[in-house]
């Protein structure tokens, strides 16, 4: 008796026994490729730099964020700001003494949102106070690290408001020998799962509102 047809059943399951055995290759190799790309999100330029735009949007947990949300405004780059995710005892004072500014000038143009604690919450807020305030244009100030998971959280949210993208770049990260750290591929490839997470939806975790350096609510 022919043994043909057997041969003819083996053919199929050796390539699906190839297909399993290569998912993890294809799944690592799509990984990192993403991750090649992410990395070129966060290496970019802030976009249109001088652009007026109805308001500016920082989003808290980092360096420098805020300082330059503020110089921003000073600058006439828009006609008014929010601070997305502040600890509720910080005062509009606490915010201006980061820049050197006095705080009177800044009231009726500079806002704090006191109730985001995760990127999507700073989403909902900024949404909230950019629809109250009938803005069509926003600039975004946030980490270059954490700039397309905060224009992802923002579309979803905001999807009438053209957004404008004002990465900051962290000191630290600045430095020359950051790319040799382990401790700068531990952050970025953090940020990469979070972004992936928030593109399939996966609810973020909550941080902790941001209060300035060297400052503890009282």
């Known amino acids: 008796m022919s043994d043909l047809p057997e041969r003819r059943l083996e053919r199929p399951r050796r390539w699906r026994w190839g297909l399993l055995l290569a998912a993890p290759a294809l799944a690592l190799a799509a990984l990192v490729a993403g991750f090649g790309a992410f990395l070129v999100l966060a290496g970019r330029d802030p976009a249109e730099p001088t652009r007026h735009t109805d308001g500016i949007a920082v989003l808290t947990g980092g360096a420098e964020r805020v300082e330059t949300g503020l110089r921003l405004l000073r ?18 004072a606490d915010v201006a003494r980061l820049a050197a500014l006095e705080p009177e000038p800044l009231a009726g143009r500079v806002a704090l949102g006191p109730r985001a604690t995760s990127t999507r919450g700073n989403a909902a807020e900024i949404a909230e106070w950019a629809r ?6 926003l600039r975004v100030v946030t980490a270059g690290y954490h700039m397309p998971r905060a224009l992802l959280e923002l579309r979803r949210t905001l999807p009438e408001v053209a957004l404008v993208a004002h990465p900051v ?50």
């Open 169 to 218: 770049v962290p000191a630290r990260l600045r430095d020359p020998a950051a790319g040799g750290q382990p401790r700068t591929w531990s952050l970025l490839a953090g940020e990469y799962l979070k972004f992936l997470a928030a593109w399939a939806g996966v609810p973020g975790l909550l941080g902790l509102p941001w209060t300035p350096a060297k400052m503890t609510p009282c």
């Open 132 to 137: 109250g305030a009938q803005l069509r244009s």
């Open 75 to 92: 600058e006439g780059r828009a006609d008014r700001l929010l601070v997305s995710g502040v600890h509720p005892q910080v005062t509009l």
